[in-house]
């Protein structure tokens, strides 16, 4: 599937990104905790690793995740050097108040007036940046939408005396690797809806489901699971509500968007679409393939 997007408005938010950076002291990435590979810019971490700030990695909307997969994304982004990681959603004001505590502790020289701490909130669109935003300053200041890119310009907030925090807007990358890292985004409305077909994106959602959540499709569509692929998940959802076309034919596409807003909305039960070991696997497949057409290409077959 080709997945093209790169407004200018992102190439502008990117140097932006990259002169607030250089004066804050830490650099808080919120992450889809449902998503938190395919959901983690590589252009953030470059441009952290490059300024040398430490990072606090959110798994935001956990509320939505699988909680039996969350600790091992943790314990991944844990690994990194000068990384901690928080495990929250941003709709609970009790998970928002730990988040300053932590971030404090990548930057203890920053605890004054005179020094504050400067957190800079960084991350893909609709992750939950502006929800987050709104919970830690405890008013509406940052739009919240469940539109993707929303936030146009950075903004920053007192919280306190002693800490401020900037909000940023969300910064996509130019090129997506893999491709089910672009179904995904795109299932969790990171990517607008022009940049993708909701069919395709509904079949990955409904492969992943038949997967790794085969019981949540019997419990809320009674598929019958261990004889049908992804196209018959979509085409039974089509079936039980009625989802016809004129003259019969079955409406796959309102099929498709039905189970698209039930991942989003969380209808379907607590879901993470990727483990730590299920990105290992996609990323070496990748990589072993890309061999395979490297050597195919030397020894001249097509
Ligand atoms: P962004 O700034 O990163 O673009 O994201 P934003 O805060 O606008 O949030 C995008 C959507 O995600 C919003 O949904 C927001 O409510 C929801 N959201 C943010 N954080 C969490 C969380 O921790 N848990 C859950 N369940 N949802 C979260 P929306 O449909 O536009 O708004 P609403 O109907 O929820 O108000």
Redesign the pocket.
Known sequence: MAISWYPGHMVKARRDAAETLARADVVIE?LDARLPGASSNPMITQLREHRQRPGLVVL??S??ADPAVTPAWRDFFEARPRTRVIAL???RASDVARLVPLAATLAPHRDSPLKPLRLMVM?I????????INALVKRAV?K???Q????KQQSRHDLGSAVEVIDTP?LMWPAIEHPSDGLMLAASHAIGANAYIDEEVAIFLAATLLERYPARLVERYECAVDTIDAVGVIETIAARRGYRLQGGRVDFEKAALALVHDYRS?ALGRVSLETPASRAAMVEAAAVAAADVSVASREGNP
């Open positions: 919120v935001n909307k509320d939505l959603s941003s709709k991350g669109p609709n992750v939950g940046k502006s929800t987050l940052a919240v939408g469940d993707p890119a929303v936030t969300g969380g």
